[in-house]
């Protein structure tokens, strides 16, 4: 056609970009995940992958099914709504396998942690000055951890 | 740890965004910039500006391949970045980023220049030897027509790629500003303006590096430089420049008007930290005193080594002001809290992926990529050679 | 106490059975999670947080979090002469060893925020992934899949509230998960689980027994920065103006 006689070079281009395009293309479908687009945009397998990292804190309902006496204990004290995991740490390991001992927490660092007296504290919860309270004798020695108040059930 | 002021969420006390991404809209600017001059002769018939037409295009191609690596350089894992070709999510400014660049790119700078320079490149696939003759006839793509019909065709559609090249451009650093104005929880950088802000600083430091580079050129080949031309480009950067500076100072001047929660954390550190870089840098020296030597060229005629002196210093200090503009904004962006109690400090590290050596071999590169393409296609023959036996296409 | 091999043969299966009965009594853990009808959030109630940092410490533990960076932090304000426009704040290791002492100050009062994701319903951070690595789930949670993230970090500048960092070994960006690989089990999340006073509360707000309906309904509760429109699922009781 005469229209086209001089421009062969620009229809070589065109072909150029037309291969470009279907490469594109080929070579997205290789690599894009298949799950992608299962929910929205983004790896539909992702969702279950986050469901699946490994636990380090067991919760409170696998200490109880087993501490049921500590439970009981603690139930009815001021430390009630203190789950176990507060105070002794990550305990998955302990509740797959009761054989590993989780050791103690230790009191001297643990109890003023949440109970050292500061003015930025609400003043309905209890504190004390730790230097003077108890003159460097343990928490423990007077408190029972699970039922704090001296004289409560289960106290010391 | 960078040394805090005051408060910053724990998070927030490290810079995620380093000198590379201060970077990459300098060199995308200058692209833009460079380009916006180079239609200044296609488009607008700005006749006086032709001697640097093919020197903006190789130039904006030189910066151009340059702009991704600082990007690459700055990722978690740049290898996953073909995610942005073929997962691209549609509600990310930044998402645009992939295909914006492969248009302009492919689709305008490279077909823009291939147009331009057929003729020549058809010539010097049949006169030149050894590898460079490959490498020419590859450019050809096979066709040796360079009869007046199909240069005419190429003149044309060449002149419809500008065209379109013009708003690609505009799009190509005009995203970018999207990318810091649309981010609501940043009000340094949350506003309609950064958009419009960014292109037309883009323009300034891409009239002046095209500007610079001619009359370099010119210099090193020993050649006399068109006065006309520099004269012309001069008052072009004059012109963009006040309409530049004027979008700014709208911006302060709204912001310190309306004063609102963020102002008082944000002046403060315009005045402290960022005192050296946004007033005196940017604003003094980089923008008002351009401007002004810039002004005073308007009305007198001065001698011709004056004229190119302070020209030379313009350009200079424009590019300067420009490179420190987005050092203010992506930077300064992150020295302040969002609580607006506080502030950090960035240091820019030496030697790594991040680092100022890095940042200054980014620079140099372009220089680099523009000496080869300028041996490749030399931007000095304005006419195309002889046209020679076109092979039957 | 000293188990024999017998005696754990029989104590786990009991355990476990026991354990069914125990969970199926809160009705978000059956063993077969339907994304759909759940839509998480959380409470966090301003007057019963102590500043203990046990929430930090827990996070930290549970999810590896690195040195330096936070899924979970605490502040604690000052605000001096009554003044709410410039309150002091710290955040000394993001709370998680607590705070220093302070004394009464009677021109002022101090108070402590924790602060976390907000599992935004409209987040401005899955708004600007550019690639689809962060998200927000059909229940509720914003995840990021390390996996296919850049590392770019443009979620982390979209963020209004400074949740998110990017790992500094990893490369990749982080922040809360809420715990989602607790949540979908029917446990709450490691800082709810950690804190002494019941501060922080998991929430599902389409589960209709859970508590932090009539919570909403006989308090008044704030979001942070209701004007950036984030949808924030993070809703604060007695939450003062001070607060950034």
């Known amino acids: 056609m005469r229209s086209f006689k001089d421009t062969g070079h620009l229809f070589r281009l065109a072909g150029l970009f037309v291969i470009g395009t279907l490469l594109f293309f080929g070579i997205r479908a290789y690599f894009v995940p298949k799950s992608f687009g299962q929910y929205g945009h983004y790896r539909g397998n992702a969702i279950p992958e986050m469901a699946a990292h490994p636990l380090h804190f067991a919760g409170h309902q696998a200490c109880e099914t087993c501490h049921t006496d500590i439970f009981q204990t603690k139930k009815t004290g001021k430390h009630a709504g203190v789950n176990c995991e507060a105070c002794h740490g990550p305990l998955e390991k302990h509740a797959q396998d009761p054989s590993i001992d989780p050791g103690k927490p230790d009191v001297a660092t643990l109890c003023i942690r949440c109970h050292a007296a500061s003015a930025a504290r609400p003043k309905w919860f209890p504190q004390v000055d730790a230097a003077t309270h108890a003159n460097g004798v343990p928490c423990n020695t007077c408190h029972q951890p699970h039922n704090p108040v001296i004289g409560a059930g289960g106290s010391k | ?393 | 106490m000293n188990i024999t091999r017998r005696q754990l043969l029989i104590l786990l299966p009991a355990a476990a059975i026991a354990w069914e009965h125990v969970l199926a009594g809160t009705p978000e853990s059956a063993p077969n999670y339907t994304m759909t009808e759940h839509w998480w959030g959380m409470l966090i109630d301003i007057p019963k947080c102590i500043g203990c940092g046990n929430c930090v410490a827990a996070c930290q533990k549970e999810n590896d979090v690195p040195d330096g960076f936070f899924r979970t932090w605490v502040e604690r304000y000052h605000v001096t002469d009554w003044n709410l426009t410039n309150p002091e704040v710290i955040s000394p290791d993001g709370g998680k060893e607590g705070f220093p002492a302070v004394k009464e100050d009677e021109n002022g009062k101090y108070f402590f925020v924790p602060k976390l994701c907000n599992h935004c319903a409209d987040s401005p951070c899955t708004q600007v992934c550019p690639v689809g690595a962060t998200f927000i789930t059909p229940d509720g949670v914003v995840l990021i899949d390390q996996k296919y993230c850049m590392g770019c970090a443009y979620c982390v500048q979209a963020c209004p509230y400074g949740c998110r960092y990017i790992h500094p070994v990893k490369h990749v960006a982080d922040k809360c998960t809420l715990c989602y690989h607790r949540i979908t089990k029917g446990l709450t999340t490691a800082c709810c689980e950690a804190c002494p006073t019941g501060a922080r509360q998991l929430a599902d707000l389409k589960n209709p027994k859970d508590p932090i309906h009539e919570f909403l309904k006989t308090h008044p509760v704030q979001i942070l920065k209701p004007q950036m429109a984030t949808g924030a699922k993070v809703f604060y009781n007695g939450l003062d103006g001070s607060v950034r």
């Open chain 2, 1 to 393: 740890m960078p040394h805090v002021e005051g408060f910053m969420y724990p998070n927030e006390i490290a810079l995620y965004w380093s000198i590379l991404i201060v970077l990459y809209p300098y060199i995308t600017g200058l692209v833009a910039g460079a380009f916006i001059l180079a239609s200044l002769e296609r488009v607008f018939r700005v006749e006086a500006v032709k001697p640097t037409y093919r020197l903006a295009l190789l130039t904006a191609l030189a910066f151009l391949l340059v702009a991704p690596l600082p990007l690459q350089l700055h990722l978690g894992h740049p290898e996953r970045s073909y995610e942005m070709y073929f997962t691209p999510h549609l509600t990310s400014a930044m998402a645009m980023f992939g295909f914006v660049y492969l248009w302009y790119l492919m689709a305008v700078l490279v077909v823009e220049i291939w147009l331009d320079y057929r003729a020549d490149i058809v010539a010097m696939s049949q006169s030149t030897t050894g590898w460079r003759r490959l490498l020419y006839r590859i450019m050809t793509l096979g066709s040796t027509n360079v009869s007046p019909r199909a240069l005419r065709i190429d003149d044309r559609l060449g002149w419809f790629i500008t065209l379109i090249g013009i708003p690609s451009a505009v799009l190509l650093h005009g995203y970018v500003g999207f990318i810091f104005g649309s981010v609501k929880a940043n009000p340094w950088w949350s506003s309609a303006l950064m958009p419009v802000v960014f292109i037309f600083s883009a323009m300034v430091s891409g009239i002046a590096a095209v500007m610079l580079l001619y009359m370099v050129s010119m210099k090193l080949r020993r050649e006399p430089i068109d006065m006309r031309c520099v004269d012309t480009i001069a008052r072009y950067l004059l012109y963009i420049f006040v309409i530049d500076f004027s979008l700014e100072m709208l911006d302060l001047i709204h912001r310190i008007y309306e004063a609102d929660a963020s102002f008082r954390s944000l002046d403060f550190m315009v005045h402290t930290k960022l005192y050296f870089s946004q007033i005196v840098l940017q604003i003094y020296i980089g923008t008002l005193l351009p401007i002004l030597l810039l002004t005073i060229m308007q009305f007198r005629k001065f001698a011709p080594a004056t004229r190119k002196a302070v020209y030379s210093v313009a350009g200079s200090l424009t590019l300067i002001s420009v490179f420190a503009m987005r050092w203010n904004v992506v930077i300064g962006g992150q020295l302040f809290s969002k609580s607006f109690l506080g502030y950090t400090t960035y240091k820019v590290a030496l030697v790594t992926r991040e680092g100022l050596l890095v940042s200054i071999a980014l620079m140099i590169l372009p220089f680099f990529i523009l000496w080869i393409l300028i041996k490749l296609l030399p931007p000095w023959i304005t006419k195309p050679a002889a046209p020679l036996e076109s092979s039957t296409t």
